[in-house]
């Protein structure tokens, strides 16, 4: 509502996001070539790896994924809160 010519942005942002996340081709790839923290950073990596541990080999995930990924998705979760509070009042005038 706010920002309508990102529109197009977001759409680029999550397929280089997507492809930033090991998805299609296995972790070890990106790590073998030195650059596994860049997948500490992104926090869809822990996710996907939860996902693989869960399903593939039928194990819990480790806390230390577990615990990175509930504070990043609560932090997130309060900052779209906090945003939504605030602007909720312009929606009908911006709809």
Do not use: K
């Amino acid at each position: 509502l706010f920002w309508r010519d990102t529109y197009h942005l977001v759409g680029v942002l999550l397929t280089v996001w997507m492809f930033g996340t090991p998805i299609f081709y296995p972790a070890h790839m990106v790590e073998s070539q030195g650059m596994g923290w860049m997948l500490m950073l992104n926090p869809m990596y822990w996710f996907v790896e939860m996902f693989r541990q869960v399903t593939l080999f039928g194990i819990w995930p480790s806390p230390g994924y577990i615990v990175p990924f509930a504070l990043v998705a609560a932090f997130t979760f309060w900052i779209g809160m906090r945003f939504f509070r605030r602007h909720e009042p312009s929606f009908p005038d911006l709809l």
